[in-house]
Each structure stands twice: as structure tokens, then as C-alpha cells.
């Protein structure tokens, strides 16, 4: 059974920094592709940050430059560190593994961040 558990969420001055991670049980991030999500009320869904078994990266254009994805491959943990973060960053934030071979998709439970003074 695949699971995906978020951490390292909470409340964070504009200017300030918070690391996400996402425990994964079940499967193999180094495998597949993991990604991070975040969804604001009222807002659908959007697609933060991707790393593929390749470790390529790809970055939503708000959060270029100020968000990085990674993978710990030996702790199957990947993580999202987000520095400058912004009111507008504030969102439940998901992580997801997709295994392209099966076409199947997991998600984790969320993280709620909030970037407020």
C-alpha cells in the first residue's frame, strides 16, 4: 500500500522560509515522479514543483527561483524548501507520486502554510 505523509508546514512571516517534506512508504520516489502541489481557497489546484527518476526539475513560473525540489533517495522522503515565501504562497500543500508504467497517482494528506505578518 502506497502512502505519502506531508510535514514541516505551519505559519511563516512574508520574507521567511519553511522546508516541506513528503515520507513515502509503499513505493520508490527514486522510481518515479514526485511532485508538489498547493491549493488556496477557493483556487484549484496547481502544480508547484516536479523531480523524475532522471532528477529533472521543473518549477511552477511563481516560484522559480525561490522554491527547490529534492529527493532523498535513502530516506524515500522527497522535499520542497521554500525561501522568500509570499502571502500569495499560503496553501494547503500536497505532495503526489505518479508511476507513469501504471498510470496511477497518489496523494498524500496536506500541509497547511500560511504566510502571513
Known amino acids: 500500500q502506497v502512502q505519502l505523509v506531508e510535514s514541516g508546514g505551519g505559519l511563516v512571516q512574508p520574507g521567511g522560509s519553511l522546508r516541506l517534506s513528503c515520507a513515502v512508504s509503499g513505493a520508490s520516489p527514486r522510481l518515479n515522479v514526485m511532485s508538489w502541489y498547493r491549493q488556496a481557497p477557493g483556487k484549484q489546484r496547481e502544480l508547484v514543483a516536479s523531480i523524475t527518476r532522471a532528477s529533472s526539475t521543473s518549477y511552477a513560473d511563481s516560484v522559480k527561483g525561490r522554491f527547490t525540489i529534492s529527493r532523498d533517495d535513502a530516506k524515500n522522503t522527497v522535499s520542497l524548501n521554500m525561501n522568500a515565501l509570499k502571502p500569495e504562497d499560503a496553501a494547503v500543500y500536497y505532495c503526489?507520486?505518479?508511476?507513469?508504467?501504471?498510470?496511477?497517482?497518489?496523494w498524500g494528506q496536506g500541509t497547511q502554510v500560511t504566510v502571513s505578518s
Open positions: 503526489k507520486l505518479t508511476i507513469p508504467v501504471l498510470n496511477r497517482e497518489y
